[in-house]
């Protein structure tokens, strides 16, 4: 129970609540509780006394075994190893502890017996005997075999290393404090990217300078056969590079305008942001549809995926083109500066990640504006895709008793699997929402300050001090409201307590009319919507029948709460087999939908679930309905000053 929940109890609630237990306790059958002293040491902010030899063999592409040998000096005594839980960026207890294997542990040539934490699983108590001052560790690291493992990090072309999954640390001591040498192994003639500097490479190992374990695992190592390097800020004494990894060959091929957008990217964060917080800087971006595509983001570097053909179909409007402006803006936004609670000492210990709507929030924001700023989108994709974002949250149920706030927890309550109902659950919705929270903002300290001054103020003012360091600060909410009160007064507080923190509250659409626009639904194709119902192969529908459905076949993708479809019954999984009457297609469920404007005749659906046939009546009368931000002519175009480049 927080402070805020307890405060706002009347006292003969809370005597209830203190008395109960004490009742309890005198009159309860059955076991007392068993509570074994907890083994584990909390981490301290001393140097580690010795330090982690790290022999990481990745060359098994064709079987996905990566070996690891670890030599750890400085034990004295008992000690409990860890494998990291916690892991920074995904902000949640991920660590993949269930890819671990064969650990052996030994000293001197004997063996060294090992037990597991039966509380904490990731954590290994060891009892070397008496004089041992070396430990020699080996265990393999399981990468994904299938995508039903987990997200596959090897092919024969290219490979993601991430160093949480390849290590276990000594207990005790803050990660910043224990020094790592790490190796890696390669298969022959890879190449590959990484914010780690090189010490020598001999042959396909390469051993790199010293760091500590906090540095190490915020730069992982993409490697692969087809690979090229690209200068992103050329004759700067900070480098930043793009680093491409591809299965093949032919998908490298970057043209000069392309690169000039990337290069345009790094002005735009500087103008923005006035800092770096880093000595260089590496966009580890894979073009694969072999390995996982993810966006992680580190302090000196991020790991990105794409569509393989970013580059060679540059044409094609891609919906995540804002993902490396999104990894690039947390080397400020979350790496940098990072919420005090979500800062750990060492991986073992719970992150909070109640502040993800300033992390993550505003990293949405600043990323879709500066892949904008850069050309990487054009202003119309970008309003585009701003009308989409808008018209979910404002269709969204579970609103209605869910706060905004309260979503933060969802990163550990579902890492991103698949749900029920995900409308009427909400899921990670401080990213979107948490977008068009700040574009309140922004727009507010444009309208209060008659256009003087705005939210990137903010951010060079929050995100911009100490240039050139690459320690972090952290901060608590009260730090954001300050820092926005020092660009303009105003009772942010009070804002922020009303879009965040209650359920039922309508969706935070004020920065797109303070802006200049009003979000409207009519046939109008949205650009975004189109590009991105072709990349995923489906019909977006989400707003007039309220469904999602596979384009080829008509399965249901997603079925919105409290939608016509909703009302009809209809479920995900479900298939649509005939529309009014002829075998289904998308264009003719397209069409259905866009005839229904002003008919009083029912869409009529034949839909298998399971083994089972039935027809479906569709109450729906008002046609397409596809978001969209139509100007307003009374109000200052906002949005327009707040996308153009800075200058
Ligand atoms: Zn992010």
């Known amino acids: 129970m927080n402070r805020a929940f307890s405060a706002g109890l009347p006292a003969a609630v809370m005597a209830f609540v203190y008395l109960l237990p004490l009742v309890g306790s005198a009159a309860s059958p059955g076991p007392a509780e068993f509570l074994p002293p907890s083994p584990l040491v909390r981490p301290e902010d001393l140097p580690y006394p010795g330090k982690l030899r790290l022999e990481v063999d ?7 075994i990566v070996h690891v040998h670890e030599f750890l000096t400085g034990v004295v005594g008992d000690l409990t190893l860890f494998y990291p839980q916690w892991l920074p960026g995904t902000h949640a207890p ?20 090992w037990k597991r934490d039966p509380v904490d699983v990731f954590a290994f108590h060891v009892h070397p005997p008496a004089g041992v001052a070396m430990l020699d560790i080996e265990f393999d690291y399981l990468s994904a075999t299938s995508d039903k493992v987990g997200p596959i990090e090897m092919s024969p072309e ?56 906090e540095t190490l695992i915020d730069s992982p190592v993409y490697a692969g056969k087809y690979s090229s390097r690209l200068d992103l ?30 290069r345009n ?12 917080h880093y000595a260089h800087y590496d966009f580890l971006y894979s073009l694969s549809d072999k390995i996982q595509q993810s966006g992680l983001e580190h302090q000196q570097s991020s790991e990105d995926g794409g569509d393989p053909e970013a580059f060679t179909d540059w044409d094609k409007l891609s919906a995540d083109r804002d993902l490396l402006p999104h990894e690039y803006t947390h080397s400020w936004n979350g790496k940098f500066r990072r919420p005090a609670d979500l800062w750990v000492a060492s991986y073992e210990l719970p992150m909070r990640d109640d502040l993800l709507w300033v992390y993550e929030g505003q990293t949405e924001y600043w990323g879709q504006i500066l892949a904008t700023r850069a050309g990487l989108w054009t202003r119309d994709q970008m309003l585009d895709q701003l009308a989409l974002s808008a018209a979910f949250y404002e269709h969204e149920a579970g609103r209605s008793w869910r706060s905004l706030s309260d979503t933060t927890n969802d990163e550990i309550i579902n890492p991103r699997r698949p749900e029920s109902w995900p409308d009427w659950q ?117 707003y007039s029948i309220g469904v999602d459905v596979d384009d080829k076949d008509g399965t249901i993708l997603l079925v919105m709460w409290q939608s016509p479809a909703f009302k009809a019954k209809l479920i995900e999984g479900a298939q649509i087999m005939a529309v009014n009457g002829v075998a289904y297609s998308a264009e003719d469920l397209r069409e259905a939908v866009a005839f229904s404007k002003g008919t009083t005749q029912p869409i009529e659906l034949i839909v ?32 327009t000053e707040i996308l153009a480049p800075r200058k």
């Open 58 to 64: 990745s060359s098994d592409i064709a079987r996905r």
């Open 158 to 213: 290219l490979l993601m290393l991430e160093w949480n999954s390849v290590v276990l640390y000594p207990g005790g001591y803050y990660a910043r404090q224990i020094p790592v040498e790490a190796s890696l192994t390669l298969p022959a003639g890879w190449k590959f990217g990484s914010a780690l500097e090189v010490r020598s490479t001999v042959g396909a190992k390469t051993l790199f300078e010293p760091v500590s374990l």
């Open 608 to 639: 298998k679930s399971g083994d089972r046939f039935s027809v479906v009546d569709l109450d729906y009368h008002d046609g397409l309905r596809i978001p969209h931000l139509e100007r307003n002519a009374a109000v200052p175009d906002r949005l």
């Open 426 to 542: 909400r899921f990670e919705d401080y990213y979107g929402e948490g977008e068009l929270v700040w574009l309140e903002a922004d727009t507010l300290i444009r309208e209060l300050s008659r256009g003087r001054r705005s939210l990137d103020d903010f951010a060079r003012l929050f995100f911009g001090i100490d240039d050139g360091s690459t320690t972090i600060v952290t901060y608590m909410r009260a730090d954001v409201i300050a820092a926005l009160n020092t660009v303009q007064p105003y009772d942010w507080a009070a804002f922020f307590d009303a879009r965040l923190d209650a359920a039922g509250v309508p969706a935070p659409l004020a920065g797109i009319e303070r802006g200049g626009y009003r979000l409207i639904y009519g046939d109008k194709p949205n650009e975004f919507q189109t590009a991105r119902d072709a990349d995923r192969k489906r019909v977006s529908l989400l």
């Open 94 to 113: 991920e660590g993949p502890i269930d890819r671990f294997a064969g650990l052996r542990i030994s000293a001197d040539g004997a063996a060294v017996p």
């Open 233 to 262: 800020d050329p004759g700067s004494s900070v480098p930043v590079h793009l680093n491409l990894f591809a299965d093949r060959p032919a998908l490298l091929e970057v043209k000069s305008a392309e690169l000039e957008r990337y």
């Open 265 to 276: 990217l790094v002005k735009q964060a500087y103008r923005l942001f006035g800092s770096h």
